[in-house]
């Protein structure tokens, strides 16, 4: 999903999207693309006995993984760093998690973020966290967020993954920083920091992934192809366990980013402010003349008026299908019900195939955005 997305506008469209974004953006806590300030720094908490503890196992040979057992889960993989923590009773609580979207929202803010693409690393980051989380098939209980297998091959290098090695080493400098935290909470973590940080909703959150190993990786073609239609979009998504309001309400995460033909295949962003959460994608997906484009790639359409724009044929088929286009009419007129189930979806997206047992608390974390702790 995502530079100049100046070039690609047509004046008097940019006007008046500019101006609807800035009222909108008004009325959230505001949205700083390029800031790189970061709010005061919390209290130091020592790991000292953490690092210790980790550099005995690394002396003593080390525990590169071993097994636990409960009611739900009788023999599961966890990373030699979390067996260490646990070895020095080291228990991270919500605001430690704290820290590290801190962390992940500074790199959102920083120069280097604003040089990426549309001036954001979020539309990649949250793709991260939802391809990481959407191989679940709740018929066999495998997939998921739960063992961050995207790690490996060839898991890594499936056609739907493409691209999100960028994310992933961006994922890896802030685990060197937080080496306790699992690549699935990390990664999940940084999906919701986008979607906060981008003006978007809160979304709940807990932790408790664990790291799996290469034996957990997910076969081929559990994500959306995005050149099949609604039948497709059915298997994929009632696979996992979501609905038709549901599928409508994460399409809307079209919202942000834009398609690479070094990467897809595809080309374009769908809307004309990739790096804030909005409804415009529902809303463009109603209110422009959508034709296919004549080009050498694969098919795709484009708005008649710029041709600056684009719909994928999995987007096409949300107004092509009287189930999913009552709840694509519904979130054009109402941001903020899109919200709201956005929210909701999307955290439910980020626990699919994660036992209840691993959880660090049984009700939900939302974690402040960095405007708001300055505040």
């Not at 497709?232 to 919202?255: C, T």
Request: hydrophobic share 35%; proline share 5%.
């Amino acid at each position: 999903m995502q530079s100049a997305a100046a070039s690609l506008r047509a004046p008097v469209r940019r006007a008046a999207f500019a101006s609807a974004r800035i009222q909108r953006v008004s009325l959230r806590s505001s949205y700083r693309r390029f800031s790189t300030e970061t709010p005061p720094p919390a209290p130091a908490k020592s790991n000292t006995a953490l690092y210790a503890g980790i550099g005995a196992l690394a002396l003593g040979g080390g525990v590169a993984f071993y097994l636990f057992s409960n009611d739900t889960l009788s023999t599961t993989a966890k990373s030699g760093v979390q067996s260490a923590k646990a070895a020095v009773k080291f228990t991270p609580t919500k605001e430690d998690y704290q820290k590290v979207y801190n962390k992940i929202a500074e790199v959102l803010n920083s120069d280097e973020s604003g040089a990426y693409d549309d001036g954001s690393y979020g539309p990649v980051l949250l793709r991260l966290g939802w391809h990481s989380s959407g191989t679940y098939d709740k018929a066999t209980g495998t997939g998921g967020s739960n063992y961050a297998t995207m790690r490996f091959s060839p898991e890594a290098l499936h056609g739907a993954n493409n691209g999100l090695h960028i994310a992933r080493g961006i994922m890896e400098k802030i685990k060197q920083e937080f080496d306790w935290i699992s690549y699935g909470d990390l990664w999940t973590l940084g999906g919701v920091t986008a979607i906060q940080e981008m003006a978007g909703p809160k979304i709940a959150w807990r932790a408790g992934r664990i790291d799996g190993e290469a034996k957990d990786a997910t076969p081929d073609g559990r994500l959306p192809d995005a050149s099949q239609g609604k039948d497709h979009l059915r298997d994929i998504f009632y696979r996992m366990g979501f609905n038709d309001q549901e599928i409508v309400a994460l399409s809307g995460a079209h919202a942000l980013g834009r398609c690479h033909p070094d990467r897809s295949g595809f080309d374009g962003p769908w809307t004309f402010s990739p790096t804030t959460v909005t409804n415009d994608y529902f809303k463009l997906l109603l209110s422009e003349k959508w034709v296919w484009r004549k080009w050498a790639g694969p098919k795709q359409l484009q708005d008649k008026k710029t041709g600056t724009l684009m719909m994928l044929p999995t987007d096409y088929a949300l107004v092509g299908d009287k189930s999913f286009k009552k709840w694509v009419q519904t979130y054009a007129a109402d941001e903020a019900l899109f919200f709201k189930d956005f929210s909701s979806v999307v955290g439910r997206l980020f626990e699919l195939g994660v036992p209840e047992s691993q959880f660090a608390s049984t009700e939900p974390w939302y974690f402040k955005t960095l405007d708001e702790q300055k505040a």
